[in-house]
Each structure stands twice: as C-alpha cells, then as structure tokens.
C-alpha cells in the first residue's frame, strides 16, 4: 500500500460526457503528479501540482483540467470525453520541497481505470 | 525535451539474469529512475541514480553514465513473478518526471 487513494477504481461512461477522478496523496506530501497509461502505452505526465499551486504541465488536453485543493487532494476533471481518453489514470504524490525532491520517489495510487463507450 | 528508449520486450529464463538498457536524451538531469509495473497495477518504486555507478539493492542492481546518457537495470536469479514492466524515468529541469515506454519481461520456466 503506497498511501496514495484514488477513486473511483473503475469508471465506464459514454462518450461526451464529463468524470472527475479524486486522489488523495500520502500523508505529508505537498506534490501531486497525474498520468494517463493507455493500453499498452508508457505512462504520459499530464500535470503536477505542489501545495495546491500547478507546478509543471505535460501532454494534458484543454479538455483536462486538474486542481489540488487546501487540504491538498487533488482533482482531475475530463470532459467531452471521447473514445481514445479510455486509460488508467494514476495519480502520484512525493515528498518534494518543491525546490529539490530529496527523496526523488514518486509513489503511486492504484489508478482509475476509465472505459469510455 | 526528454527522449527515452528501451526495448518494448525481452524474455529470459527463470534463474537467469537479464539485463534492461534505457538511453535518454533530457535538458537538466536530476536523476534516473526505475520502476517495476504489472499489468493494471500501479508502478512501484525499484531504483534511483543520480551519480555514476551501480546501485545495488538485492537480486536488483542499476547503473548510470551520464555522460552517455545510458542505464541499465540488472535482475538476477530471475523469478517467475518478475515478469512485469519495468519502467525507466528521467527527472529534468524543473523535477518533472518523465517516463520511457517501458519494457516488458517474460520470464519462463
């Protein structure tokens, strides 16, 4: 068990329509990192957030949107949902100062697992 | 930007050793990593490198040159519950991390 939570586990929904994926990083952590694996894809960074702030962007669609909130759980918001947004989507969290990460270990919750039809 | 390369698959026999290479090509380096991944699993943590050399941690070993740009991850005594993905990542300017494709091990009896 890594500390990271995320929910649902498994989301099917139709196409157009809008999901939003929670995740609750390890106690103490300040950064949350969101992916999206693909079938049989590598994992591509969407976004990063530290201490609610967003720290850092990747491949993240306009139609994604991702917030991390005071009590520093973090959203991820994808809408106008189309057939090829069907993935996992995994959620990280580290231990960074946000200037230096000293551990540089990034740990993973279980993912969703989004079935777009 | 990063670019990062290592074989899609490789096959080994159950207590062999196998040997998985990463090159990368990245603006800023601040560490290389790798990570165990089964299938429809969350990828867990193996190894970090940031200086040259070889980390070693039980039947798992990595290494690193940077002025190669190149690591690898080293598994001995190879065991059936190996088989997986192993990930190879790279944090660049600004601690982003970025993963490679991935490697997918089969090993057999």
């Known amino acids: 068990d890594s500390g990271v939570t995320q929910t649902p586990k498994h989301l099917i929904t139709a196409t157009g329509q809008r999901v939003t994926l929670r995740c609750s990083p390890r106690?103490?952590?300040?950064?949350v990192y969101w992916y999206q694996q693909s079938l049989d894809q590598g994992l591509q960074f969407l976004i990063q957030?530290?201490?609610?702030?967003?720290?850092a962007k990747g491949n993240i669609l306009e139609r994604f949107s991702a917030q991390q909130f005071p009590d520093l759980h973090s959203e991820l918001n994808l809408s106008s949902l189309e057939l090829g947004d069907s993935a996992l989507y995994f959620c990280?969290?580290?231990?960074?100062?946000?200037?230096?990460?000293?551990?540089?270990?990034?740990?993973f919750g279980e993912g969703s697992r989004l079935t777009v039809l | 930007g990063q670019n990062i390369d290592q074989p899609t698959e490789m096959t080994a026999t159950e207590g062999a050793i196998v040997q998985i290479n990463c090159t990368y090509q990245?603006?800023?380096?601040?560490?290389l990593f790798w990570y165990q991944q089964h299938a429809g699993e969350a990828p867990t943590f193996l190894s970090y490198?940031?200086?040259?050399g070889l980390e070693e941690k039980g039947r798992f070993s990595s290494f690193l040159s940077r002025s190669k740009g190149y690591s690898y991850l080293l598994l001995k005594e190879l065991q059936m519950k190996d088989s997986a993905s192993y990930l190879c990542?790279?944090?660049?300017?600004?601690?982003?991390?970025?993963f490679g494709g991935g490697t997918r091990l089969m090993v057999k009896p």
């Open positions: 990280a969290s580290s231990g960074t100062t946000g200037i230096r990460v000293h551990t540089g270990e990034l740990f």
């Open positions: 106690s103490g952590d300040l950064s």
């Open positions: 957030y530290y201490n609610g702030e967003e720290r």
């Open positions: 990245t603006s800023g380096f601040n560490g």
């Open positions: 490198n940031v200086l040259d």
């Open positions: 990542a790279v944090r660049g300017a600004g601690n982003m991390l970025t």
